[in-house]
T-cell receptor
Framework: GQQLNQSPQSMFIQEGEDVSMNCTSSSIFNTWLWYKQDPGEGPVLLIALYKAGELTSNGRLTAQFGITRKDSFLNISASIPSDVGIYFCAGQRTNSGYALNFGKGTSLLVTP | SQTIHQWPATLVQPVGSPLSLECTVEGTSNPNLYWYRQAAGRGLQLLFYSVGIGQISSEVPQNLSASRPQDRQFILSSKKLLLSDSGFYLC??????????FGNGTRLTVT
């Protein structure tokens, strides 16, 4: 399937800083998902978005479904060391059936 | 609640040997099941998905095959492994109400 454009590829920040990452596509999606993957483990679902313009929070995480339905962003506020990992966005196109399109991930490093 | 189990967690196999990775889901019926591969470049590549028993769709032609002998069981196989089959294999499930959830993965090293 089509790869999403996820940026930045990596981030190296200090504890306490806010983080922002985003995904864009040339195609319309009807679902956006954000996952976090710790080393050696499977990705874990953080936030699911189902409606254009939707803004959803999960603790310090906030994600939005872009109104054009072609983009989404994830913000992490007041980062902590356990936020380290790879963050993936995933989108499901209107007629794609069952498979998701994934971004290539944003690697986040947080220094104490 | 639903849970997904995938095993083994790690596997080292010689080139030319067979492969069998197993995945089971509990707490749901007739889930959609998926096998993904994640190479060192981090991208998640969909290999196979299944919407029901005996129904397998292949996304990428390769040395691997998948089977779904039972409703909540999904197996990834190979008759003869290649070096290029090394990677991190992830099983996942979803249904009409639940978005994609992944297992903990199998690290396969082909030597």
């Amino acid at each position: 399937g089509q790869q999403l454009n996820q940026s930045p590829q990596s981030m190296f920040i200090q504890e306490g800083e806010d983080v922002s990452m985003n995904c864009t596509s040339s195609s319309i999606f009807n679902t956006w998902l954000w996952y976090k993957q710790d080393p050696g483990e499977g990705p874990v679902l953080l936030i699911a978005l189902y409606k254009a313009g939707e803004l959803t929070s999960n603790g310090r995480l906030t994600a939005q479904f872009g109104i054009t339905r072609k983009d989404s962003f994830l913000n992490i506020s007041a980062s902590i060391p356990s936020d380290v990992g790879i963050y993936f966005c995933a989108g499901q196109r209107t007629n794609s059936g069952y498979a998701l399109n994934f971004g290539k991930g944003t690697s986040l490093l947080v220094t104490p | 609640s639903q849970t997904i189990h995938q095993w083994p967690a790690t596997l080292v196999q010689p080139v030319g040997s067979p492969l069998s990775l197993e995945c089971t889901v509990e707490g749901t019926s007739n889930p959609n099941l998926y096998w993904y591969r994640q190479a060192a470049g981090r991208g998640l590549q969909l290999l196979f998905y299944s919407v029901g028993i005996g129904q397998i769709s292949s996304e990428v032609p390769q040395n691997l095959s998948a089977s779904r002998p039972q409703d909540r069981q999904f197996i990834l196989s190979s008759k003869k492994l290649l070096l290029s089959d090394s990677g991190f294999y992830l099983c996942a499930w979803s249904d009409s109400m639940v978005p994609l959830h992944f297992g903990n993965g199998t690290r396969l090293t082909v030597t």
